[in-house]
């Protein structure tokens, strides 16, 4: 009997010769122009993104957010700062150009332009060559939105009242003073609290008095003749004895721990 002798081969259309769903395409016929995107691509972006994402968690732990008293919506002289990330559009903002009356154009119209056009970059630069050097518009492009980055970050950070921001956020611990004191009374008979708070915490309208280091002298003119335009002279129509009961009162909450 010869071997294959009464043997048939039967191929099914259906079926691809070819088809091979684990094994990645050869590609090495374009060497350095092009890979396989699942798993080579792929697995390179996987990477990469662990490596950053470990960095950010470690910077996260070593560095933690910096906490800032209450925020108080009726605080006009709170003046905000964004984190690092957004300091080169809060310095955009800070231009002629992009401000007061252009304010749209600096808020809206040039970021939009310019993280439209970063995402609309694959679709506008469609061309074959990867390396940079071949690629003069949109490597050029890049360099100058990064260059814009960094250099009104720099701005914004150089620029900035850091101690103002500092004493501005710090956190308080303001005690609950007793509203029958002698004292206290005066305060609320005089409109006192009203300004500068229940606790004398302060207020839109008026700083805080406790922890303000205040001598009872210093007390004592401000309520009769005034401080500023926030203070106007003849608040406290009170006597001589009152002023210095209030004035005495002041001091001890002022310089209290």
Not at 59 to 78: N, V
Not at 82 to 111: E, M, R
Not at 127 to 152: D, F
Not at 236 to 256: I, N, P, R
Request: hydrophobic share 35%; aromatic share 10%; with cysteine.
């Amino acid at each position: 009997m010869h071997r294959g002798k009464g043997m048939k081969f039967v191929g099914d259309s259906r079926v691809h010769v070819d088809r091979k769903p684990n094994i990645p395409k050869d590609y090495s016929e374009y060497p350095g122009k092009t890979e396989a995107f699942w798993p080579n691509f792929l697995l390179k972006e996987w990477m990469v993104g662990a490596v950053f994402l470990i960095g950010y968690l470690c910077l996260t732990i070593a560095h933690p957010s910096p906490l800032e008293k209450l925020a108080d919506p009726t605080d006009t002289g709170y003046t905000p700062l964004p984190d690092w990330y957004f300091l080169f559009l809060y310095q955009l903002l800070k231009y002629s150009y992009a401000s007061g009356p252009y304010n749209t154009i600096g808020a809206f119209v040039i970021p939009g332009l310019a993280f439209g056009g970063l995402l609309l970059a694959p679709f506008l630069d469609r061309g074959p060559e990867r390396k940079p050097s071949k690629r003069i518009i949109p490597t050029g492009l890049m360099l100058c939105g990064l260059a814009a980055t960094v250099y009104l970050t720099w701005e914004a950070a150089a620029h900035h009242d850091w101690k103002k921001q500092h004493e501005q956020g710090k956190i308080q611990n303001f005690a609950t003073l007793d509203q029958a004191d002698p004292g206290y009374k005066l305060l609320q008979k005089n409109t006192c609290v009203t300004c500068h708070g229940d606790n004398l915490q302060g207020g839109p309208a008026a700083p805080a008095l406790q922890n303000a280091n205040l001598k009872s002298d210093e007390v004592a003119k401000i309520a009769r003749e005034g401080k500023g335009g926030k203070m106007p002279p003849g608040v406290f129509k009170g006597t001589d004895a009152e002023l210095k009961t209030l004035s005495e009162y002041v001091e001890k909450v002022s310089t209290k721990k």
